[in-house]
């Protein structure tokens, strides 16, 4: 036999040579290193969970073959008797047999899947925790384009990922809850006291979970930065915060920078076509403008202050035509820039003072401050 490996995830070989051979996909996907990641949290935190989770999915694999061993076996009689199959008293039995046993394993079956689906819903709890070590490998695995140097293994990955979760402090689901026999309280009181632990619990959980994301996120950083030369780390920084924000769904955690939703990222990487497209747009929109009109454009831009065909806004004369338009696309497509244009226009010496400043980040900061209450 010949083994062949190769690094690409999708070769392409002719329908005479895949019918000769079998292929073997052994890529890492998003979603399976993710419930690979799931499983390792899980045993980490709650390993009763897991080990029930086994245990349910090794007897509906068990139940499963059993139900294929009878179907094989009622078949194998039916082929080899002779005459009237009612006469075959073996066969006969072998069916009630296994009418009877299959009743037994459905039932089996439907009552590991509640169970099993109850331990699901516990298990994604933990799916943040899952999914923010997804992201990062994957951000990690794709820095071989930077440079072909930056190789680092999953199994790697994965000794980060437990260290991490080691690092952090004791579950706070592992922690019982406290009580006090003997005291009779008020049947209201009681329900209210269990809801208000039930929450403290909540929150203890989610606070636990946000700091385990923060300390991976912490080493990943810190161990990959001091491996990649000077003029990578500002990209690998910036490609892990913009995966984070992509994959953060719209939650509103203080560990979370933000959400970034998919077409504002699509912008981003395609601006200068999305420009263009508005350029033709206003284009065909001037088409049917009046000479006085025209006459009266022409003046306002013999004067300095060239005038939007679509908008009717003045266009401040330090953005080029296809910054505007770039503008203009953001105003009418995403809504929270659903006034950018209008500010650009209204509010010069703002914009001007915050093109001119050498320190971006510090006029920001400023201007964050100047707006908070008190």
Not at 220 to 249: D, P, Q, W
Not at 362 to 368: G, I, S
């Amino acid at each position: 036999r010949l083994y062949m490996a190769t690094q690409n995830p999708n070769p392409h070989f002719l329908p005479a040579i895949c019918i000769s051979v079998t292929l073997i996909n052994f890529t890492v996907t998003f979603k399976g290193l993710q419930d690979q990641l799931l499983s390792s949290v899980v045993i980490h935190e709650q390993p009763h969970l897991e080990a029930q989770r086994s245990q349910i999915l090794e007897s509906i694999a068990a139940d499963l073959s059993t139900l294929r061993g009878l179907e094989e076996q009622s078949l194998t009689l039916l082929q080899k008797t002779e005459g009237h199959l009612l006469d075959d008293e073996d066969l006969i039995n072998t069916l009630q047999k296994s009418k009877l046993t299959s009743k037994d394993v459905f039932k089996r079956m439907r009552d590991s899947g509640k169970t099993e689906a109850s331990i699901e819903a516990a298990r994604g709890i933990y799916l943040p925790v899952a999914q923010r070590g997804a992201v990062l490998y994957f951000v990690v695995a794709n820095l071989i384009h930077l440079n072909y140097m930056y190789q680092f293994s999953l199994q790697w990955f994965h000794q980060v990922f437990v260290e991490a979760m080691k690092a952090s402090a004791t579950s706070p689901s592992q922690v019982p809850l406290p009580s006090s026999p003997g005291i009779i309280r008020p049947l209201s009181r009681q329900r209210r006291e269990r809801e208000e632990e039930e929450n403290g619990r909540s929150e203890d959980i989610q606070r636990h979970l946000d700091n385990i994301c923060s300390n991976l996120t912490r080493n990943v950083y810190k161990i990959i930065s001091t491996a990649l030369l000077t003029e990578h780390r500002l990209c690998f920084s910036f490609m892990l915060t913009v995966n984070i924000m992509r994959h953060s769904g719209e939650q509103e955690e203080a560990a979370i920078p933000g959400f970034l939703p998919e077409s504002e990222w699509e912008f981003f990487l395609h601006s200068l076509v999305l420009s263009n497209v508005m350029k033709k747009t206003s284009s065909a929109g001037s088409d049917g403008r009046n000479e006085a009109s025209e006459k009266s454009d022409n003046n306002e831009q013999d004067k300095g202050g060239a005038t939007d065909e679509v908008l009717g806004r003045e266009i401040p004369p330090w953005l080029s035509d296809t910054t505007w338009r770039q503008c203009q696309y953001m105003s009418r497509y995403m809504e929270p820039f659903s006034d950018l244009c209008n500010s650009l226009s209204s509010h010069t010496l703002q914009w001007k003072e915050f093109r001119e400043t050498r320190d971006l980040y510090d006029y920001l900061r400023k201007q964050h401050k100047g707006r908070e209450p008190g």
